[in-house]
Nanobody, 124 residues
């Protein structure tokens, strides 16, 4: 059984930084893509970034490109989302998700495993 455990959320001000962590617990996939998503109140869950644990390739949504960086530490089975220059519109619950694929998936429906989410609040 795969478990994903997010941590690192919090309340910050505009321009501040946060680093989210996603610990991957369970069977090791032969190929695994980890995605970060976020969901603001009253809105649909949206793609933020993804990384493949094997080749390290990444993908970002346009609104975070240049501000957010997704990285991996395979020895710790942990994926990070470094968020810089945070804006109030980044406020949301952030989720990590995993799928056994080499494809950097962007649709929430394509991911099988999900973490419980961590709240990020950015005040102006």
């Amino acid at each position: 059984q795969v478990q994903l455990i997010e941590s690192g959320g919090g309340r910050v001000q505009t321009g501040d930084s946060l680093r989210l962590s996603c610990q991957f617990i369970g069977p090791t996939f032969s190929s695994a893509t980890i995605g970060w998503f976020r969901q603001a109140p009253g809105k649909e869950r949206e793609f933020v970034a993804a990384i493949n644990r094997i080749n390290g390739k990444t993908k970002y949504t346009d609104s975070v490109s240049g501000r957010f960086t997704v990285s991996k530490d395979n020895a710790k089975n942990t994926i990070y989302l470094q968020m810089n220059s945070l804006k109030p519109e980044d406020t949301a619950v952030y989720y990590c998700a995993a799928e056994d694929t080499m494809i950097l998936l962007v649709a929430p429906r394509d991911y099988t495993y999900w973490g419980q989410g961590t709240q990020v609040t950015v005040s102006s």
